[in-house]
């Protein structure tokens, strides 16, 4: 029932303003797809996609062998672990494009891999795995991944916190040897072994991720600090999840963490605001694209920064292959942007309070994309909840 109501609500919204929060990317990949009229030309080969019906028949081992011939040269040697770091190899591919191969003198499908295709030049672009070369390649800087990691959160963090080794600063009472005399370590005290600030502000003056214009005044400009870093690659997973360890999933199993993702996701981000705001990092970008919450709420603000992770990012709510579901719920906003009565000076409230009176007011404290939409009925009920306590 809940997943039917959404479906129609995201219809009626995607009539409304389809183009501010439809994630880009994988839905851009398929509007590069035409159905129909066939192509005469065959650029659209020069794109691969994991979401076509026969790639995904496919296992993915098929086409990933493990570990890559060269997983010891993409890395300084004392960071090298057995890892995907290249391109698979012509015969995963040639069984069915015999005809995309060997047709015409450039054919678009070689320029997926190749620099500069030719029979005497097979230099390759960096594989998007490691990271740090790919991102930085032109054909890395904007491309984003057509897939989603299942991480389950649970599980880890309880695994962590109760592995986490105690330093001396951890002890609290007792003697050194007492093991009862050491803090318990706090499950949000995992949270940083994988995510930092992202480009962080802090102890500089300049709170702007870049340069604003001159009469901006209230209006929104992306600042420092407002994203989390998440892993790039596999270096953590695979200290546990090794061919050895025998820990499933192997790192063959790349299925299991990696899952495609809906392309038709319904996000607050606004590539035009980025665009104006000449973002370029891809890490801030792939972060900002997915933001499905608040695209504004900023990680490094002090009153935010005080609190612990998992008041808003309940464990349990995080499912990191679900991109349908909200980690976080504009409850946890409460008390500070939502108070019981308009009075008390609530944001919320008084953006309702606006777009009562006047149908265009847009919400800008928390969005960028949502600002103009209808409001939705989780905003009235988190100050409902409120007067009733
Ligand atoms: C038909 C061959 C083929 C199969 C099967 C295949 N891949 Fe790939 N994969 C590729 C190619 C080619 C690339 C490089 C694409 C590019 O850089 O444009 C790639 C790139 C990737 C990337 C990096 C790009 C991205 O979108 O994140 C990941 C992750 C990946 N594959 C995971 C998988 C997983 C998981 C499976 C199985 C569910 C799988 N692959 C199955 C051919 C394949
Ligand atoms: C089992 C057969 C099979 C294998 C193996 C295979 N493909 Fe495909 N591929 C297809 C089919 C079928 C289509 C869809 C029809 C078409 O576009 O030709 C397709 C489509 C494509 C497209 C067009 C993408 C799009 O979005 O429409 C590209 C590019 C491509 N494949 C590249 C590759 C590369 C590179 C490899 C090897 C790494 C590969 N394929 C391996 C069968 C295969
Ligand atoms: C899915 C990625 C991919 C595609 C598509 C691809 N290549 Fe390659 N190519 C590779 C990889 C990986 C190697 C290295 C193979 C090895 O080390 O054994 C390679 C090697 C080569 C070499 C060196 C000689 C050889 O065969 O090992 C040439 C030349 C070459 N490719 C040209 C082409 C041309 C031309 C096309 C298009 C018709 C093409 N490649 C399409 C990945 C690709
Ligand atoms: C061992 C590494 C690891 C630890 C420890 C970890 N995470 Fe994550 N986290 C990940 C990975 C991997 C992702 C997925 C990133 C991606 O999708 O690219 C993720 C994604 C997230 C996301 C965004 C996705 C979503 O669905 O909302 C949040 C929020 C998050 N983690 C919060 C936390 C919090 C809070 C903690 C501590 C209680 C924590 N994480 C501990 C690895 C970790
Ligand atoms: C006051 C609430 C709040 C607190 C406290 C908080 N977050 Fe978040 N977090 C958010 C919101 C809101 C988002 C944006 C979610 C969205 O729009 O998809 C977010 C997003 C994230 C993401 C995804 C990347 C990004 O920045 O968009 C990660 C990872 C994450 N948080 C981890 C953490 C960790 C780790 C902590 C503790 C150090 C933490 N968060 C503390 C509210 C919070
Ligand atoms: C400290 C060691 C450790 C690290 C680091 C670690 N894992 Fe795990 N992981 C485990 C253990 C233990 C299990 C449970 C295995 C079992 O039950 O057989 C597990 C299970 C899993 C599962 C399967 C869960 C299920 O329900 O079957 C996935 C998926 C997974 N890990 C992904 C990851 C990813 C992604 C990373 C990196 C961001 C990662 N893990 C890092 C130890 C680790
Ligand atoms: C234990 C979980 C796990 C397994 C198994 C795993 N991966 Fe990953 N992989 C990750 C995580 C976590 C990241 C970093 C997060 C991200 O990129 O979204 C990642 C990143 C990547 C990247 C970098 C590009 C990207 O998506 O950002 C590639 C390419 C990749 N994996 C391919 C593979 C292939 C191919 C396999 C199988 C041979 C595999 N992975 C197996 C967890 C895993
Ligand atoms: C204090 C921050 C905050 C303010 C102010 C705010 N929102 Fe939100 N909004 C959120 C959060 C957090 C979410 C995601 C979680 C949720 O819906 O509970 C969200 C989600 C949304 C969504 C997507 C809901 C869905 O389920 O599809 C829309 C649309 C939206 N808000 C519109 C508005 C409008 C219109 C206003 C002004 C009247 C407004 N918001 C004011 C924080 C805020
Ligand atoms: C513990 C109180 C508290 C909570 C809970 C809280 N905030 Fe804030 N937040 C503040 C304060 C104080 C400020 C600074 C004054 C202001 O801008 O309203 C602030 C600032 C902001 C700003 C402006 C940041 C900037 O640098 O310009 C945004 C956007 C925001 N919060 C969003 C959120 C969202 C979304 C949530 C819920 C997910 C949330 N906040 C939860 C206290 C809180």
Not at 89 to 117: E, L, M, T, Y
Not at 193 to 202: D, K, L, N, S, T
Not at 225 to 238: A, E, I, R
Not at 326 to 348: E, P, Q, W
Request: aromatic share 8%; with cysteine.
């Amino acid at each position: 029932m809940r997943a039917a109501l959404r479906f129609s609500v995201v219809a009626v919204f995607a009539i409304a303003a389809a183009s501010v929060f439809l994630l880009p990317g994988p839905a851009d990949a398929l509007a590069e797809r035409p159905e129909a009229p066939p192509e005469p030309s065959q650029s659209r080969y020069s794109k691969f996609s994991h979401d076509v019906e026969a790639h995904k028949k496919k296992e993915c081992a098929e086409c990933h062998k493990f570990p890559s011939d060269n997983w010891q040269k993409v890395r300084p040697e004392s960071e090298a672990i057995p890892d995907i770091t290249e391109y698979p190899k012509h015969d995963s591919c040639v069984s069915c494009h015999r005809q995309q191969f060997f047709s015409g003198s450039k054919p678009a499908i070689c320029s997926i891999c190749h620099v500069n295709p030719s029979p005497r030049d097979s230099r390759r672009h960096p594989f998007p795995n490691p990271r740090e070369a790919f991102d930085k390649s032109p054909k890395g800087k904007n491309s984003f991944s057509e897939f989603a990691v299942a991480f389950p959160h649970e599980l880890h963090v309880a695994m962590l916190a109760s592995k986490s080794p105690r330093t001396p600063s951890d002890r609290t009472s007792g003697p050194m040897f007492v093991r009862a005399g050491f803090r318990k370590v706090v499950q949000s005290e995992t949270c940083a072994m994988c995510h930092q600030i992202a480009a962080p502000q802090g102890d500089g003056d300049d709170e702007y991720a870049t340069k604003p214009p001159e009469k901006l005044g209230d209006a929104f400009w992306l600042k420092k600090g407002t994203f989390m870093t998440s892993p790039t690659g596999h270096t953590q997973c695979f200290t546990c999840h090794s061919a050895d360890a025998g820990l499933s999933p192997a790192p063959t199993d790349c299925g299991t963490c990696h899952k495609l993702a809906p392309s038709n996701l319904k996000v607050d981000f606004d590539q035009a605001a980025a665009k104006r705001m000449n973002i370029e990092d891809k890490l801030l970008v792939a972060s900002w694209r997915r933001r499905d919450s608040s695209a504004t709420f900023r990680h490094e603000w002090f009153s935010h920064a005080e609190m612990d992770c998992t008041t808003c990012h309940a464990l349990g709510d995080i499912k990191t292959a679900d991109w349908s579901s909200r980690s976080v719920k504009i409850s946890t906003c409460s008390n500070c942007h939502i108070t019981a009565t308009s009075d008390d000076g609530g944001i919320l409230n008084y953006e309702i309070d606006e777009r009562k009176k006047d149908p265009k007011f847009q919400c800008v404290k928390c969005h960028i994309g949502y600002s103009g939409l209808p409001l939705p009925a989780s905003h009235p009920e988190a100050i409902k909840a409120l007067s009733e306590n």
